[in-house]
Each structure stands twice: as structure tokens, then as C-alpha cells.
């Protein structure tokens, strides 16, 4: 990441049934939190997206500024 890349704080990774979606929404609510608009970014498990750079996760699910 350059020097105006934002940081990536946190991830959450969970199975299916397992309550992520009401942690996304409880998480969504934070005003000082920038989510993407989906709950899902298959940035991790896709060797296509993930070797294009973490930049490449910042400028696809997360469009506003930080």
C-alpha cells in the first residue's frame, strides 16, 4: 500500500448461518466505520482480484473516500 492508501483494519470471516449478516448490520450503523455496500467482497478468495493488489480492493468495494 502506498502512503494515501487507507488501512484495512479488520476482516470478518465466517460460515454461512453463522451471523455475519447481523454483524454486518450492527457494524454498518457505526458512523465512523467505511463498509463496502455489499457484505460479501470476494476479494480474498479470488487469486483474479487478489493478485491485482490490495488498491484493488480499496477502489472496488469501497468508492467513497476515507
Same mark, same amino acid.
Do not use: W
Given at each position: 500500500?502506498?502512503?494515501?492508501? %487507507? @488501512?484495512?483494519? $479488520?476482516?470478518?470471516?465466517?460460515?454461512?448461518?453463522?451471523?455475519?449478516?447481523? #454483524? *454486518? =448490520? !450492527?457494524? &454498518?450503523?457505526? %458512523?465512523?466505520?467505511? #463498509?463496502? @455496500?455489499?457484505? =460479501?467482497a470476494? *476479494?480474498?478468495? &479470488?487469486? =483474479?482480484?487478489?493478485? &491485482?493488489g490490495? =488498491? !484493488? #480492493? $480499496?477502489?472496488?468495494? $469501497?468508492?467513497q473516500? #476515507?
Amino acid at each position: 500500500m502506498g502512503p494515501t492508501s %487507507p @488501512a484495512l483494519d $479488520f476482516v470478518v470471516i465466517g460460515a454461512q448461518k453463522g451471523g455475519t449478516t447481523t #454483524l *454486518f =448490520e !450492527h457494524l &454498518r450503523q457505526h %458512523p465512523r466505520l467505511c #463498509l463496502p @455496500a455489499d457484505k =460479501e467482497a470476494p *476479494f480474498f478468495n &479470488r487469486p =483474479e482480484l487478489y493478485s &491485482r493488489g490490495v =488498491e !484493488h #480492493l $480499496f477502489t472496488t468495494y $469501497f468508492p467513497q473516500p #476515507l
